[in-house]
C-alpha cells in the first residue's frame, strides 16, 4: 500500500526558516566531513578533539556524581573513584583547552571570518573556569571550605557577593551541576558548529584562494 | 560561509580523507584510559572539613578569643560590610570604583547575635547558670559590656585550658567568662555546628555563619597554611594532599605575589587592602583582550611576527615551498 506523499509547503513557517537556515549554513556533509585541508593532518588539532574527549568524561563522571548526591564520593570506594574520575577529567579538560588555545592563537584561528569562532571559544574557557570553581566549593571538603572562605572576598569586593554567595554550598552546588554544564556544553556546540560551517582556516601566509602563487599574510578576523 | 563559498576558500588546498567520528572515538578512548589510570593510581584529595566541634576541641582558645570578638562586634565579619552588613571594615575600592559598596547587604549576618547570643539562648534551657549569666549581660549598658569584652579578650593572651574550660587570670570580666565556656561546651558538643547551619525551613544547605565563623579564627588557617594554600602560598594552583588545584588561575594568582597587589602602600591607588577588586579589574581587562584579540589590529598580528605557525603547520609549508603541494593536486581532490 502506498501513500500519496504531501507536497513540500513552501515557506513553512518559522519551523521551515529555522530548517531551511541550519540546512543551507550545515549540512550533514559539512557538520560530518570525511575530507579535510591536507594540513590539518598537524598533531596541534588534536588538542581539541581532545579536550573534547576529556569533557565528555568529565559530564558523564559528573552525572553519575550527581545521581548519587554529594555525600556519597566521600563514604563509598566506588565513589571516590568516580570522583576521581571526575577531577582528573577536569584537569586533563583544563591542559587540553589551554593547549588549543594557545596554538589557535599561533595559528591566528580567527581569520578569514572566524572571529566569532574565537570568541565563543573563550567564552566557553571562561564559563568552564566558573563551573571548576563551583566544583571545587562543592566538594564538602577541607579545599571546599577553605577556597569558598577565600573566594568570597574577591567575590565580594566585586559586588557579585549580591548575587553568588561560595558559603552558600545549595547555591553553588545548583549551578554547578545544572546551570554551568549546561551553558558550557551550548557553548561549545556552537564552538564546534562555527568550525564546522566555516571550515578549518589557512595556513598563515598560503597563497589566497583561489590565486595561485599569491599569498596572504593577514591575521585579520573578517575575511 | 556557504558550501560554494567552501569550495573556493579550499579551490586550490589539497583534501585528504578524514573521519572526524574515528578521531573524536579514539581521543575519548585515550583520554578515558588516562583518566582511569590517574584516579585509580592518585584517586583524588579529600581531607575532611573543619567543624566548629574539632576547632573548639584541638584550639579552644582560638576558638574562645574568636567567639569573644563576635560578641563584642570587632571580628572581621562583624566589621566585613556588604553584602553581610553595612561596615566597612572589608570594603574594597578603587578609584571611583565602590562595587561592593553598590551592591549592598544581601546575605545579612549579625555575628554577636547569630554566632554567640542565640546559640546560647537555646542552649540555656534548663540552665539556670547561663540563663542568669545571658540575662546579666543582655541588661547592663553597651559599655559595661565593651569593658567586661575588653578586659577578657586581653586576659585570653594567657588563657589556660583546664578540664575543657578555658581560664583567664582573676579580673573583672561580668558574665563573660560563663557565657565564653558555655559556647565553648556547646561547640565541643556538635551543637553549635548543627545551631549555626539550621534554618527556620528544616532543610539547609547554606554554610554561610559556620564558615564565616571558622574563617574569623585563626586554626582554619593554620591548616591551611600547613597545606601551603594560603593566597601568598599560590593556593589556588594546588590542593591538599600536592594535588594540582585550578592551575588555570596562575595570572590571577601571580598578581597577590606582586607589587603592588602585596603591598601595604602600593602604587597608584592599588594595594594589599584593595587586591581583590584591583586585580579582579585587572584580569577583566586582559580577558576583554582575549576574547576581541580576533578585532584587535596589532595585537592579531602577533601570530604573523612570531613564526610560530611554522612548526603548527610544517609539513604544509615544506610542501609549498619544494612546490609538491600543486604537482599533486588534483581537481577532483578539491571541495
Do not use: C
Not at chain 1, 145 to 168: E, R
Not at chain 2, 234 to 250: S, V
Amino acid at each position: 500500500m502506498s501513500r500519496a506523499q504531501p507536497e513540500e509547503p513552501t515557506g513553512g513557517g518559522w519551523t521551515g526558516t529555522i530548517r531551511n537556515q541550519i540546512a543551507g549554513r550545515l549540512p550533514l556533509e559539512e557538520l560530518l566531513p570525511t575530507r579535510q585541508p591536507d594540513y590539518v593532518r598537524s598533531w596541534v588539532y588534536l588538542f581539541g578533539a581532545i579536550t573534547i574527549a576529556a569533557l565528555i568524561w568529565v559530564m558523564a563522571s559528573g552525572v553519575v556524581l550527581a545521581f548519587f548526591g554529594p555525600q556519597w564520593w566521600h563514604r563509598s570506594s566506588i565513589g571516590r573513584f568516580f570522583n576521581s574520575l571526575h577531577f582528573w577529567g577536569v584537569q586533563v579538560f583544563f591542559v587540553f583547552l589551554v593547549l588549543h588555545l594557545w596554538t589557535q592563537f599561533w595559528a591566528a584561528g580567527w581569520r578569514d571570518g572566524r572571529g566569532p569562532t574565537w570568541v565563543i571559544g573563550v567564552v566557553a574557557f571562561l564559563t568552564s573556569i566558573v563551573a571548576a570553581f563551583t566544583g571545587y566549593v562543592s566538594q564538602q571538603n577541607f579545599d571546599a571550605q577553605w577556597i569558598a572562605v577565600n573566594a568570597k572576598d574577591a567575590i565580594n569586593a566585586t559586588g557579585l557577593g549580591a548575587i553568588f554567595n561560595p558559603l552558600n554550598f545549595g547555591q553553588a552546588y545548583g549551578i554547578h551541576i545544572m546551570l554551568l554544564p549546561v551553558v558550557v556544553v551550548l557553548l561549545v556546540a556552537i564552538h564546534i558548529a562555527l568550525v564546522r560551517m566555516k571550515g578549518v582556516v589557512r595556513p598563515i601566509g598560503a597563497p589566497a584562494p583561489g590565486v595561485s602563487g599569491a599569498a596572504t599574510d593577514d591575521t585579520e578576523a573578517s575575511a | 560561509m556557504s558550501t560554494m563559498d567552501k569550495a573556493t576558500y579550499y579551490r586550490d588546498i589539497r583534501m585528504v580523507p578524514f573521519d572526524l567520528v574515528k578521531e573524536l572515538v579514539l581521543a575519548s578512548a585515550g583520554v578515558l584510559i588516562v583518566v582511569v589510570v590517574l584516579a585509580a593510581v592518585l584517586s583524588s584529595p579529600d581531607v575532611p572539613p573543619v567543624t566548629i566541634a574539632r576547632w573548639a576541641t584541638a584550639d579552644p582558645v582560638d576558638f574562645v578569643t574568636t567567639a569573644a570578638s563576635e560578641l563584642a562586634g570587632s571580628s572581621t565579619s562583624a566589621d566585613y560590610g556588604p553584602p553581610y552588613n553595612n561596615n566597612e571594615g572589608s570594603v574594597q575600592t578603587l578609584w571611583f570604583l565602590k562595587p561592593q559598596s553598590w551592591a549592598g547587604v544581601h546575605t545579612a549576618v549579625d555575628p554577636s547575635n547569630q554566632f554567640v547570643v542565640e546559640p546560647l539562648q537555646q542552649a540555656a534551657v534548663g540552665n539556670a547558670a547561663l540563663t542568669a549569666a545571658l540575662s546579666t549581660f543582655q541588661s547592663a549598658s553597651s559599655d559595661q559590656q565593651t569593658s567586661w569584652l575588653d578586659a577578657y579578650s586581653k586576659a585570653l593572651a594567657d588563657a589556660k585550658v583546664d578540664n575543657g574550660q578555658v581560664t583567664v587570670a582573676v579580673g573583672d570580666y561580668g558574665p563573660v567568662p560563663v557565657l565564653m565556656n558555655n559556647l565553648l561546651g556547646l561547640a565541643r558538643s556538635g551543637g553549635l555546628d548543627g545551631l549555626l547551619l539550621a534554618s527556620d525551613r528544616f532543610f539547609a544547605t547554606d554554610y554561610t555563619r559556620s564558615l564565616l565563623f571558622m574563617g574569623d579564627g585563626g586554626y582554619l588557617e593554620g591548616l591551611a597554611k600547613e597545606q601551603k594554600l594560603t593566597g601568598n602560598q599560590w593556593g589556588m594552583m594546588h590542593e591538599t594532599g600536592r594535588y594540582p588545584g585550578q592551575a588555570w588561575l596562575w595570572l590571577y594568582t601571580l598578581g597577590y605575589q606582586i607589587p603592588p597587589f602585596n603591598q601595604g602602600h602600593g602604587f597608584l591607588g592599588i594595594n594589599s587592602g584593595n587586591a581583590d577588586l584591583a586585580i579582579t579589574v585587572m584580569m577583566t581587562l586582559l580577558t576583554l583582550i582575549l576574547v576581541l584579540l580576533p578585532f584587535i589590529p596589532g595585537l592579531r598580528d602577533i601570530p604573523r611576527w612570531i613564526p610560530i605557525h611554522r612548526l603548527i603547520w610544517r609539513r604544509y609549508y615544506s610542501d609549498l615551498k619544494d612546490g609538491q603541494r600543486a604537482a599533486t593536486a588534483k581537481p577532483h581532490d578539491s571541495v
